[in-house]
T-cell receptor, first 112, second 116 residues
């Protein structure tokens, strides 16, 4: 069974731009959650989607948004990028009725 | 007080020894507990989860949970150099409605080094 797939893997953006990251969950998994990992703050929860609905949201500004499609694929968007948004963005999927989540390889975002 | 606390380490053990990693959490109602391993430059990999008080063994790994003390630990027996990584403790917060499944709170991680 294929794992969680994230694209793109690496990207460089300029301050003020926006970025969209994509995630394909494990086949059959209906829950997709997103996390940000930085050296200073560690792994922090952004939001979770289940059956196209945002079920939980972390403490991030409104510049961070996401959505989930009917095939469970998910995208997250960050608008008006700031230098501090440079991080590893991780997508994780789970079947939905469990807290056991599996991470993708992540998208490395550098904001310059 | 941080919600999930781990000793940042680094924890250094000789090959073949037992490595003991510890984690405490503040949310007394937390239900599910996880250990992830993260190699440098890679994403976290799930190695153990535990829901009930007591011990849970999987190969060389044993997770221990004590909800009364709000403490969870991971023991790695016969440590190998390939076990050298950052170990992340994660906790699923209490949610009576059962809708917080995908939301985990992570500790800062403990760096483990196993030297030959």
């Amino acid at each position: 069974k294929a794992g969680v797939t994230q694209t793109p893997r690496y990207l460089i953006k300029t301050r003020g731009q926006q970025v969209t990251l994509s995630c394909s969950p494990i086949s059959g998994h209906r829950s997709v959650s997103w996390y940000q990992q930085t050296p200073g703050q560690g792994l922090q929860f952004l939001f979770e989607y289940f059956s196209e609905t945002q079920r939980n949201k972390g403490n991030f500004p409104g510049r961070f948004s996401g959505r989930q499609f009917s095939n469970s694929r998910s995208e997250m968007n960050v608008s008006t990028l700031e230098l501090g948004d440079s991080a590893l963005y991780l997508c994780a999927s789970s079947p939905g009725g469990t807290s056991t989540i599996y991470f993708g390889e992540g998208s490395w975002l550098t904001v310059v | 007080q941080k919600e999930v606390e781990q000793n940042s380490g680094p924890l250094s053990v000789p090959e073949g020894a037992i490595a003991s990693l510890n984690c405490t959490y503040s949310d007394r109602g937390s239900q599910s507990f996880f250990w992830y391993r993260q190699y440098s430059g890679k994403s976290p990999e799930l190695i153990m989860f535990i829901y009930s008080n007591g011990d849970k063994e999987d190969g060389r790994f044993t997770a221990q949970l004590n909800k009364a003390s709000q403490y969870v630990s991971l023991l790695i027996r016969d440590s190998q150099p390939s076990d050298s990584a950052t170990y992340l403790c994660a906790v699923n917060p209490a949610d009576a409605g059962g809708t917080s499944y995908g939301k985990l709170t992570f500790g800062q991680g403990t760096i483990l080094t196993v030297h030959p």
